[in-house]
């Protein structure tokens, strides 16, 4: 399976910038598999697909202020995006990493220091000088990914941002989850259906490039996960009792089925990587947005749905100008 056959043309147009005023009037394209038909409604509709007995699951990861600016005794500055939250030492994508060495000390905007360690999986390790915590909360940036041509906006700290996240660790947002508000989630509970949470702190692991041009060589980057016993009662009584899981994300999928062969509590690492060919185990039904081509998450989405029936939903999407990626609208695929 090659690569290239994951490739979409998208205008530079259609790139979300922002997300619509109201999280849940964002516009909602509905994939039924059995029908093979595509409808196009709004995200609030979205509860009428909710029935008792289901169990949605959600990610209730938190993203943390995960790019620091600094300068180098030259005066050159320097750009840590942070992979992961720990004290001291954890690890950055380091830019310009070329010409930061070991031992280098970067003086960032908040007063503090941080030092330029050996290089790890990904990036480099940073050792800070002080609680990374306090660094964050004074001068941590909102990890907007690259296509979101603009700097982070003080808006950005709640829009990208679910409004049940409370674990922080993630450098991405679980973004099929941006479109839910309370009082959504309140008339989901209102048609019977169970919420159930696993936390994936989603990192460079869900968004690094697929090089290799055979899809089954790309090897994922290890994000931390964890699957409360509760939820993992809730998924087994749902599929005894003839209920459906919706899982909102690629990254609550990825948990599920991480975990599917044993449905337990369970926390640790996953490179768990899903690609057509692959038979989904536990999620039912997916809400989703729409995804880079050639990535992991487009991967992800023609695995559950067919490569081919997907190609036809994002060329309807582009031609009914949806808006795409992380701010951008989203997609149920029952």
Do not use: W
């Amino acid at each position: 399976m090659k690569l290239s056959e994951f490739d979409y043309s998208l205008p530079k147009e259609l790139i979300a910038q922002y997300p619509v005023r109201e999280r849940q009037k964002c516009r909602l394209m509905v994939l039924d598999r059995s029908k093979r038909s595509i409808a196009h409604k709004t995200f609030e509709d979205i509860t009428g697909y909710f029935n008792e007995g289901d169990l949605v699951v959600l990610n209730d990861t938190k993203v943390m202020p995960a790019r620091l600016f600094g300068k180098r005794k030259t005066g050159g500055r320097v750009e840590l995006f942070l992979l992961e939250k720990k004290n001291p030492v954890c690890e950055a994508l380091v830019r310009p990493s070329g010409r930061v060495k070991e031992g280098e000390k970067i003086a960032l905007e908040s007063g503090d220091e941080a030092e330029i360690l050996n290089r790890g999986e990904v990036g480099r390790f940073v050792r800070f000088n002080s609680p990374l915590e306090g660094i964050l909360e004074k001068a941590g940036h909102v990890p907007l990914p690259p296509y979101i041509d603009r700097d982070d906006e003080e808006s950005d700290r709640h829009d990208y941002q679910t409004v049940y996240g409370k674990i922080e660790g993630a450098t991405a947002s679980p973004t099929a989850g941006l479109h839910f508000t309370e009082e959504l989630i309140g008339r989901v509970k209102g048609r019977g259906a169970r919420i159930g949470y696993v936390t994936l702190h989603t990192n460079y692991g869900t968004f690094a490039p697929v090089k290799s041009e055979d899809v089954e060589s790309h090897r994922m980057h290890k994000e931390y996960f964890e699957l409360p016993e509760e939820t993992a009662r809730a998924v087994a009584q749902t599929k005894k009792g003839g209920g459906k899981v919706f899982a909102v994300g690629t990254t609550a999928t990825r948990v599920l089925e991480t975990c599917a062969d044993a449905m337990r509590a369970a926390k640790g690492y996953t490179d768990f990587y899903i690609y057509p060919g692959y038979k989904f185990k536990v999620v039912d039904i997916l809400i989703t947005n729409f995804h880079l081509p050639k990535s992991t998450l487009m991967l992800l989405v023609s695995a559950f749905a067919g490569k081919d029936f997907i190609f036809e939903a994002y060329r309807q999407a582009i031609e009914m100008r949806y808006r795409f990626f992380s701010y951008g609208d989203a997609m149920l695929i029952l």
